[in-house]
């Protein structure tokens, strides 16, 4: 009973190879926004803005509330405060259990 409470939800098989490309993004990143992971995965913005608002719906990722990013000093020059312009997501404890759960499948059929 214990191992089928860690299994994913329905929802889970509506998640594509890229889905969790993001979602790993997010976990070893941490918060980012839409452009740069585009950026950092090699996959055109759209395609990672249509995919943030997706795992959104699905409650894989949240948005995080926009507040002041503060540098530290040497970091950025001349800058110590700026607006987040962009709209940031992390990933959820949902999120985390998917990825987690789609790494174990990909390494049980090595």
């Given at each position: ?17 890229l ?60 800058k ?5 312009n ?25």
């Open positions: 009973m214990e191992e089928k409470e860690h299994e994913p939800e329905e929802d889970y098989l509506q998640l594509e190879e889905d969790f490309r993001i979602l790993k993004h997010h976990q070893d990143m941490g918060i980012d926004y839409s452009l740069m992971v585009a950026g950092i995965l090699g996959v055109h913005p759209r395609e990672v803005f249509d995919r943030h608002k997706k795992l959104r719906g699905l409650k894989l990722l949240k948005r995080v509330e926009k507040t002041m990013i503060r540098y530290r000093r040497n970091v950025v020059d001349r110590w405060i700026k607006h987040r962009h709209t940031y997501y992390e990933i959820t404890a949902k999120g985390q259990r998917y990825l987690n759960h789609f790494v174990s499948q990909q390494e049980k059929r090595r």
